[in-house]
């Protein structure tokens, strides 16, 4: 009986790497993670060259990481066991209370994110239309009582005052405590991803219209219908798999505008909607909004009072730019990191009136595209 409980454990382990091993070649492929939003590690190349420089160790290590049977509950598992170990503070996603799951502060390089701000001043300077910056605020700057004891401090107070300090011919819009004041009645912040809901980007809008003086659509003038089950790209990066999902709304005037969407080399895509609904059957439901990113977006909404308005983004914009529709007869969206002609010769072109930067605060922090304003 002895024997037979010391050769237990070494049985099961041998049991174990042969069941994986057999997994691992009987189970079919995937290319595609759906729960962390991300291509899989291909089959490496195993030649001379590969072997002599690392690649092909080191592709081969991946495949078998991002390969191995049961991987997504194992790496659900290793979450949490780092979470119950005390380790949540350290993490790159926080979790934290109330169901939120918060990205940790991008690392601040000042000198990255003033060199973009005055880009985007001198570019409003050369064109020389009425210029705006919206800075969306991280959820963790704005959520700070959710976070996990420990957690590290955000820089957006530092990027509202250098933007203020450092812009000319553009008026930088610090927008904080509306958000505040409207997540006290709504859910401002979704808790599975880092962007605003439609609610906060309506209080994102209206803030802004307000601080110009300008009229506003009142929020019970919109027909809004929800859907559940949207988990975002916090989520799938966080490998915390038991949060509960989000709810996507979409908010409607009934408007019926003319979209085209266009990227290099492909066919343009046309609606008559702000919404793709066939996203909606995705766990990240975000890209419901116009389709998700592309390198221009043009939104045409002839029974708008106000001109043409250029929108220099990142995707934050996206669930932005139906509310910017209903003043604009013309909104062109327009992504510096696909984009590569001359965004000065593209404003006289569409006849722009108008400039807006909308961007979130922590892409500013990282994103060096501004590069290719001229």
Known sequence: MKKWINWLCPAVFLLVIFAGAVLFFALPRQDYSVLEKRYLQETPEITLKTLEDGTAQT????????HFPGRDGLVGINAYWKLLTGRNAVEKIYYA?????????????????????????SFAKSTGLPASLLMVPSTGSMKGELLPLGARAYPDDVLYETAEKTLTAVKSYDLRD?????????????????????????????????????TVTPREDYEVTSYDGFYGTTWSGSSYFLTKPDTVELWDLGLTPQITITDAGEEPITSDSFFFRDHLEELDK???????NHTLTKIV?????????????????????????????TVYLLDLRFYR?????????????????LYGTSTLLTDTNSAWLF
Request: contains cysteine; aromatic residues 14%; proline residues 3%.
């Open 178 to 214: 509306a958000l505040s004041k409207a997540d006290q009645s709504g859910q401002v912040f979704y808790r599975t991803d880092h962007h605003l809901t439609a609610y906060g980007c309506y209080s994102l809008y209206a803030a802004w219209r307000e601080a110009r003086g300008q």
């Open 59 to 66: 592709n081969l290590e991946k495949y078998l990481a991002d």
């Open 97 to 121: 209370k109330d169901g939120y799951l918060i990205n940790a502060p991008t690392a601040l390089d000042l000198e990255l994110f003033t060199t973009t701000m005055e880009r985007f001043d």
């Open 301 to 329: 909404n002839q029974d708008a009072p106000e001109g043409t308005l250029l929108v220099i983004k990142d995707s934050y914009a996206h669930a932005v730019a139906p509310f910017l529709s209903e003043n604009y007869r």
């Open 341 to 357: 002609g001359s965004v000065s010769s593209y404003a006289k072109e569409i006849g722009a009136d108008e400039l807006l930067y």
């Open 286 to 292: 975000y890209p419901v909004y116009l389709d998700g």
